[in-house]
């Protein structure tokens, strides 16, 4: 089978990760394949940034996890956390940036690292805290959280559900 449609339907969302941080070498490549995604008119509406430190990702997880009303940490042990924003200026940066997630994804499970898209970052990037990172960074512009990419060694497999019957229609 080709390698591409080998790694697309090989992919799954990881919910539990070990506790050993992924080599920035490999953080790099991944975030490069996210610069890959197609955009809208080329425009590349799409930022990513790359959090390994532990701090502002437990930061980053607290926030999430507020967000939901829960009490956990919603990236599941992971210790890389990549998010993806996009100009909202940019009509078409929610799928621009979903592009730039399905990069990142791919591109993680072709070097053996687990990811999932974990949402609320739109939320996230609206409160205070969420605008103080961005500014910490000196992103001033006006991004919308896309999805965070959470990255890690896996700790687990994860599952498929059977492809529905009704997935696609086709006209002759």
């Known amino acids: 089978m080709n390698e591409i449609l080998k790694n697309i339907k090989e992919r799954r969302s990881i919910r539990k990760y070990k506790d050993k941080m992924i080599p920035k070498e490999i953080i790099e490549k991944i975030v490069e394949a996210g ?99 961005l500014k910490s960074l000196g992103i001033e512009e006006e991004y919308e959280g896309i999805g965070h990419c959470i990255l890690g060694y896996k700790d687990e497999e994860g599952n498929l559900k059977p492809r529905k019957d009704n997935y696609a229609y086709y006209i002759d």
């Not at 909202?88 to 990069?103: A, C, F, Q, R, W």
Request: proline share 4%; net charge negative; aromatic share 6%.
């Open 35 to 133: 610069t890959y995604a197609p955009s809208g008119m080329g425009m590349q509406s799409s930022i990513i940034i790359a959090i390994t430190n532990k701090e502002t990702r437990d930061k980053l997880s607290k926030l999430n996890a507020k967000i939901m009303g829960a009490d956990i940490d919603p990236f599941y042990g992971a210790p890389v956390v990549l998010v993806v924003l996009a100009k909202k200026d940019i009509p078409t940066h929610v799928y621009d940036g979903s592009l730039v997630m399905e990069n990142l994804m791919l591109a993680a499970n072709s070097l053996g690292i687990g990811s999932c898209w974990i949402h609320r970052a739109k939320e996230e990037f609206e409160t205070d805290e969420g605008k103080e990172i």
